[in-house]
């Protein structure tokens, strides 16, 4: 089992910055790809970035230039800095992590609760 923890969500006004965190923790091996999706009231989840655990990158087009992913691997932690923030960047934010869980090394995809971003004047 594989729990994951958001925090850093809230409200800014356009043109802010908030830094998301994803605490993972459980009975793994290993984290593999970590990523931060984001759902928008009435729209599908999407993903917004994703960082590999060879800190490879995979950016949406809507947050390149603006987001930054990072991880820590000694914290289990996975890191989103949004920068240049847009009212239609609001939306809940969910951290999505592949872990190689013990005892038999299976590959599991685990999902955090969800945090609060909104972007409003």
């Known amino acids: 089992q594989v729990q994951l923890v958001e925090s850093g969500g809230g409200l800014v006004q356009p043109g802010g910055s908030l830094s998301l965190s994803c605490a993972a923790s459980?009975?793994?091996?290993?984290?593999?790809?970590m990523g931060w999706y984001r759902q928008a009231p009435g729209k599908q989840r999407e993903l917004v970035a994703a960082?590999?655990?060879?800190?490879?990158?995979n950016y949406a087009d809507s947050a390149k230039g603006r987001f930054t992913i990072s991880r820590d691997n000694a914290k289990n932690t996975a890191y989103l800095q949004m920068n240049s923030l847009k009212p239609e960047d609001t939306a809940v934010y969910y951290c999505?992590?592949?872990?190689?869980?013990?005892?038999?090394?299976?590959?599991?995809?685990?999902w955090g609760q969800g945090t609060q971003v909104t972007v409003s004047s």
């Open positions: 960082i590999g655990r060879d800190d490879s990158t």
């Open positions: 999505s992590v592949a872990a190689v869980t013990l005892p038999w090394y299976i590959t599991v995809n685990s």
């Open positions: 459980g009975r793994f091996f290993r984290l593999d790809d």
